[in-house]
T-cell receptor, first 109, second 114 residues
């Protein structure tokens, strides 16, 4: 079956760096997405990786290793507003999105 | 440019009643998705359309659920009759032709069935 694993919850301190991991086993691979979802709000697109390596976008970076079925989202200079759930999703060979359960990130002052 | 628009934002109804959720996708987007999100099951794809045509409805829980897309700017998700286990947040999302193909989600419709 298809599966995406990410930690359920993580806690980090304001101003610090946090890495959220995602491992996947899917039928084919056509890209990996990270979405941010604040409580009570809709998911919003953060990043997309289709080739191995690091994609940097401001304070957020996303890394992909297709051979390992692994990605991480790196958040730097954490701010209180970064408290949210972070969803990893993989697009499979049928171009369908397989979603992880999400990682709830708690930022403490 | 307006985003994906959903209505109602909140709906409280009694078991057995009909519920209709509405969605207006982003203009020019040719894919529309209906998702359901609960704490227990996360995000579940219910159905998606391409150019107004339903492509995959295998995620629709049962015959009580139906979805239509009569034109490129409007879609409905109907539950009849509703049951307490249908309580969830229902998201509509659309996707355009960008290479990345990311989804743009509406604000969601929070449904509570008593």
């Amino acid at each position: 079956g298809q599966n995406i694993d990410q930690p359920t919850e993580m806690t980090a301190t304001e101003g610090a760096i946090v890495q959220i991991n995602c491992t996947y086993q899917t039928s084919g691979f056509n890209g990996l997405f990270w979405y941010q979802q604040h409580a009570g709000e809709a998911p919003t697109f953060l990043s997309y990786n289709v080739l191995d390596g690091l994609e940097e976008k401001g304070r957020f970076s996303s890394f992909l290793s297709r051979s390992k079925g692994y990605s991480y989202l790196l958040l730097k200079e954490l701010q209180m507003k970064d408290s949210a759930s972070y969803l990893c999703a993989v697009r499979d060979s049928n171009y369908q999105l397989i979603w992880g359960a999400g990682t709830k990130l708690i930022i403490k002052p | 440019d307006a985003g994906v628009i959903q209505s109602p934002r909140h709906e409280v109804t009694e078991m057995g009643q009909e519920v209709t959720l509405r969605c207006k996708p982003i203009s020019g987007h040719d894919y529309l998705f209906w998702y359901r999100q609960t704490m227990m099951r996360g995000l579940e794809l219910l159905i998606y359309f391409n150019n107004n045509v339903p492509i995959d409805d295998s995620g629709m829980p049962e015959d009580r659920f139906s979805a239509k897309m009569p034109n490129a700017s409007f879609s409905t998700l109907k539950i009849q009759p509703s049951e307490p286990r249908d309580s969830a947040v229902y998201f509509c999302a659309s996707r355009g032709l960008a290479v990345t193909g990311e989804l743009f989600f509406g604000e969601g419709s929070r449904l509570t069935v008593l």
